[in-house]
C-alpha cells in the first residue's frame, strides 16, 4: 500500500485484503462477512465521493504500516489510534460530501 501510495495509485485491493486477513485471525466468521460486506459498500461509494486523494493515499497507507506494527507488538492504545487515523480520510471525504450543496436536479 505504501509503494502505491507513493506513485499514487489506488490500492482498494490492498486495503480490502488487509481488512479480511485481519479478521481472519480473529476467528468471528460473521466479523469477516461485515468487514466484507463494508468493504462491497466502500468500493461502491468511494468515486462518489471523491476518495482517493493523494493526502488521502497516503494517510491510509501510513495508519495501515502502524495498525500492523501496533497490532504485532501488542500496543492496543497505539493500534486504536491507528484505526482513527485509518478512517481519518473517509471520515473528512464524508463531511465534505455533506457540506457540498447538490445541484438541482
Partial sequence: MGA???????????D???????????????YGELVAA???I?????????VGTRRDRAE???AHADMLE?????????YRAS???HYAPLLRNL???AATPKAAS
Wanted: a negative charge; aromatic letters at 8%.
Fill in 4 to 14: 502505491a501510495a507513493g506513485r499514487d495509485e489506488n490500492f482498494l485491493a490492498d
Fill in 16 to 30: 480490502r485484503s488487509f481488512h479480511l486477513q485481519l479478521a481472519e485471525r480473529l476467528g468471528n466468521k460473521l
Fill in 38 to 40: 463494508f468493504w462491497d
Fill in 42 to 50: 466502500h468500493r461502491a461509494m468511494t468515486p462518489r465521493l471523491g
Fill in 60 to 62: 491510509t497507507a501510513q
Fill in 70 to 78: 501496533a497490532a504485532l507488538s501488542g500496543d492496543l492504545d497505539r
Fill in 83 to 85: 484505526i482513527q487515523a
Fill in 95 to 97: 463531511d465534505q460530501a
